[in-house]
Structures are given as C-alpha cells and as structure tokens.
C-alpha cells in the first residue's frame, strides 16, 4: 500500500489508476479505525479495482468545545489495518495541506442539514462538506463508500455529489456493530464500562422501537417516546430523538414512506449517534 501526506498524489494515484482502465473506490476516515471502516474498504475491494483511503481528523468539522484535541490518533496501527483489508492507496494530509492560507472556499448543504444534528453541532456539516468535496475533486470519478452509522452526513455527501454535479457515486453501507449491538464509533474507547453499559441502552431502544413498528405502531410519537423511555436513565443528556424521512430527513408523524429513528445521546462527555430504518426494520434490526 502507497502511503503519502501530499493531497495532490491523491489526485496522481486515481488518475493513473483510471487511465489504466481501472475504477477507483474512495474511502474517507478520521482514523482509529474498526471493523465498521474496514467493512466499507472490504465492499470497495469487492467492487472496485483502485482501493484509496484517507485518514484526516478535519478541524473544520468540530465545534470549539468538541473532542479535536482528544479524538484517537493512531496512524501507524490504522494503515496497518487499511493494508490488511486490502486497500492500495492511503492519503494523512496534515491540516495545513488541506486548508492552506489561500483557501477561502466552503460547502454548504442546506435543508438536510436544518434538524438532527444540525441545530446541535453548528458547522459541523459545512465542516464536512467542505472537505468531502476536496477529497472528491482530487479522487475524480469514483465510487465513494459512507457508513449509514453517521446516516445525515451520508444525506448531505449524497446531495452535494449530486447538487455540483461531481463524477462519484456514493455508496451507502450498513452499520457495522458489536456482538452486543452496540453500534462500532472511534468515540466508543472513551467509554468507561458503566458508560458502555448505558450506551448500550440506545441501540436496545430502537431495537424496541423497530419491534413495535413491525408490529403495526406507525405514530412516530409514540415510537419517539418508547425509545426515550427505553433510554437507561443515567443518559440524562439527549440531543433528539427523532423520525424523519428517509430521503429529504423532514420530520414525520406516519411512517409511510421509508422513514429513520436517529438518536443522539449523551453518556459522560461522549456524544453518540445511532438509527434504525424503519422500511428495513423487519429484515434487520439493530
Ligand atoms: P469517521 O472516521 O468516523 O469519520 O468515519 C469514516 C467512515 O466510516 C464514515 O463513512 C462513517 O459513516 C463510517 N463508519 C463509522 N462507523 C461505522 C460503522 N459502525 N459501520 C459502518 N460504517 C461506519
């Protein structure tokens, strides 16, 4: 595996791929990476033939009273990793080669970005966005792969590949989870054991959730509430829970049309996020 911190050979190793007739499957990471990051490097390996990754912890995305400065950094271990599940290419910029002085340039997405963790994390999406369409402009065409995990922000990279009209078709993965349900984040090693305890109670709950829907209970109140309540009541801090269209992540009160039941809940000082998909809840819940 190439490993290079010049964004511009990102661009080099895509182009050469291409021009020899091969596709290129694009993963971007913050590193401290799990088997959640190397399931969408596994399905880029599948389907594609050029495997590049990056692994870029991007300031712009975090607020300044979020976990910049705490979050997980361990590069060698994380490309030995990306190695071993097969990726070719792998790109750790250092921050001032992705934002140099002269860039003055932002992405922002709206209405998809207007409830959820929108309201909660000012920025944050621009912050995403932003350097998304930079990852995208240097990769060129290519298949991108997004967990459903982070299922906003697969909305939004969604929206702007298509909004700039961008060669890349993204590709939507599943969540991956521990054998508890809990599922994979990098923020999950600052949990304590009681915290991961607590944790759990959130996949648990819209595990309930999907239950009932399956069992004809369509008021997404009612399903908001008995997720709520299924809480453990030591997460005392929940940013929302809410059901939103599958597509356009608008509010709903019915579940007709596919719909999402995302949480983002406190336990300690660390914030996670989870959802269920009610359309496919049947065939596999949480
Ligand atoms: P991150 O390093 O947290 O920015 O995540 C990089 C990519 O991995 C994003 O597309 C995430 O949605 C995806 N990802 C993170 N956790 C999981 C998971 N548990 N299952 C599947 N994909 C994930």
Not at 250 to 276: F, Y
Request: aromatic share 6%; proline share 6%; charged share 20%.
């Amino acid at each position: 595996m190439e490993f290079e911190t010049e964004p511009s050979r990102l661009a080099a190793a895509c182009t050469a791929a291409r021009v020899e007739g091969r596709s290129v499957g694009l993963i971007l990471t913050m590193g401290a990476l799990h088997e959640g990051h190397l399931s969408l490097v596994r399905r880029a390996r599948n389907e594609t033939d050029f495997v590049a990754t990056t692994i870029f912890v991007n300031p712009l995305q975090f607020g300044p009273k979020e976990d910049l400065s705490r979050y997980p950094r361990r590069l060698n271990e994380d490309a030995a990793l990306l190695h071993q599940a097969g990726a070719d290419f792998l790109l750790a910029p250092e921050a001032s080669s992705m934002y140099p002085a002269a860039s003055v340039t932002h992405v922002t997405v709206a209405q998809l970005t207007e409830n959820l963790c929108g309201p909660h994390r000012p920025g944050h999406f621009e912050g995403v966005a932003t350097v998304v369409t930079k990852f995208f402009g240097l990769a060129g065409a290519c298949k991108a792969y997004f967990g459903q995990k982070d299922y906003q922000q697969l909305k939004v990279i969604e929206a702007l590949a298509r909004d700039l009209f961008l060669p890349i078709e993204v590709v939507g993965v599943p969540t991956v989870r521990d054998a508890d349900g809990l599922a994979l984040s990098s923020r999950n090693q600052y949990l304590s054991h009681a915290d991961r305890a607590a944790a759990l109670s959130i996949p648990h709950a819209l595990q309930a959730a999907a239950r009932a829907w399956a069992h004809g209970e369509h008021n997404t109140s009612v399903l908001e509430r008995l997720v709520r309540q299924s809480l453990s009541p030591t997460i005392t801090r929940v940013d929302y829970v809410q059901a939103v269209d599958a597509q356009t992540l608008a509010p709903v009160d019915d579940v007709q049309a596919p719909v999402v039941l995302a949480v983002a809940a406190w336990v300690g000082s660390t914030r996670l996020i989870d959802n269920v998909q009610l359309a496919a809840a049947m065939a596999s819940p949480p």
